[in-house]
């Protein structure tokens, strides 16, 4: 078995297969030992349970999580670590590789081909650049996933992880708090990364669940509201969705009325189940 957290070993891992970091991959490989199977055994790598790993590096985590769950398809972008996994991979039997972008990736269906009669859940150290686009990729995809745990900058996993009306929530908070419940579950300093990067991480878990009594009839004009709200935060929600979404204030003004909220509300004002009520009877007031 490959020690994968020696640096000596990585290094000259890495010089045999000519493998340079690429930047704009946003490659930091996890080196710190105690990190990958903390991150296995609270991510639902267990019996029952399929993995889906996005990013592999040299296979550090991907190995944890093929230890515990039934099965892991790592989805790695980069084609020049393919004969690197081969190596570090090599003892496990339960591991597939797909040199795919996740983006371009039918959730649906590879977990329909890959996971036949296992729950799924998704772990993974995510490129700093591209963390929400690929949370939400998932989230929106509808796929059955259970979780998504995920380690991510540690000022993103704090954004990602706020609660709805609170200073610190953004439009992704409220995109993720739709669809399920979001904790922050360790930090990780950056020392604990090849090439070490210049901020500290967290490792956060996003249970997928609907919990909310409301459901917005329309999702893409709720997401177009909560988009428009927090990009204008310091406005009022009258004047920010006037503006963004060039609806006539009069109507904002009676949604919110009808929704007990001052004209002055701003969103961070507002927690999930106001904002969906908002929405919902804004969308209802527009249509006529």
């Given at each position: 078995m490959n020690n994968l957290t020696n640096l000596s070993f990585i290094r000259?891992?890495?010089?045999?297969?000519?493998?340079?970091?690429?930047?704009?991959?946003?490659?930091?490989?996890?080196?710190?030992?105690?990190?990958?199977?903390?991150?296995?055994?609270?991510?639902?790598?267990?019996?029952g349970f399929g993995i889906i790993e996005v990013g592999t590096g040299i296979g550090t985590l991907t190995a944890e999580l093929a230890k515990r769950a039934d099965k892991v398809v790592a989805v790695e972008i980069d084609s020049r670590l393919l004969p690197v996994l081969e190596e570090t991979l090599?003892?496990?039997?339960?591991?597939?590789?797909?040199?795919?972008?996740?983006?371009?990736?039918?959730?649906?269906?590879?977990?329909?081909?890959?996971?036949?009669?296992m729950d799924v859940a998704v772990c993974a150290n995510l490129p700093y650049y591209i963390t929400s686009p690929?949370?939400?990729?998932?989230?929106?995809?509808?796929?059955?996933?259970?979780?998504?745990?995920?380690m991510v900058q540690k000022e993103?996993?704090?954004?990602l992880c706020a609660e709805v009306g609170t200073r610190q929530s953004g439009a992704i908070s409220a995109a993720v708090r739709y669809y399920g419940e979001a904790k922050m579950l360790f930090g990780v300093s950056r020392g604990s990364f090849i090439p070490a990067p210049n901020?500290?991480?967290?490792?956060?878990?996003?249970?997928?669940?609907?919990?909310y009594s409301l459901s917005p009839e329309?999702?893409?004009?709720?997401?177009?509201?909560?988009?428009?709200?927090?990009?204008?935060?310091r406005k009022t929600l009258a004047n920010s969705l006037s503006s963004?979404?060039?609806?006539?204030?009069?109507?904002?003004?009676?949604?919110?009325?009808?929704?007990?909220?001052?004209?002055?509300?701003?969103?961070?004002?507002?927690?999930?189940?106001?904002?969906?009520?908002?929405?919902?009877?804004?969308?209802?007031?527009?249509?006529?």
């Open positions: 000259e891992l890495l010089a045999r297969h000519d493998f340079s970091f690429s930047k704009g991959l946003g490659q930091n490989f996890l080196v710190n030992p105690s990190v990958c199977p903390k991150i296995a055994e609270m991510g639902n790598a267990k019996k090599s003892d496990f039997d339960n591991i597939k590789v797909i040199n795919e972008d996740i983006m371009n990736v039918d959730l649906n269906k590879l977990i329909e081909e890959e996971f036949s009669g690929i949370i939400m990729y998932f989230l929106e995809s509808g796929a059955p996933v259970k979780s998504l745990t995920v993103a996993a704090e954004r901020v500290d991480s967290a490792v956060i878990r996003i249970d997928v669940e609907k919990k329309d999702e893409k004009f709720f997401f177009k509201v909560v988009k428009a709200a927090f990009s204008q935060r963004m979404l060039s609806a006539d204030k009069k109507h904002i003004y009676e949604a919110l009325s009808e929704n007990n909220l001052s004209e002055n509300s701003r969103v961070e004002q507002l927690g999930m189940e106001s904002l969906i009520a908002f929405s919902l009877t804004l969308k209802k007031l527009i249509s006529g």
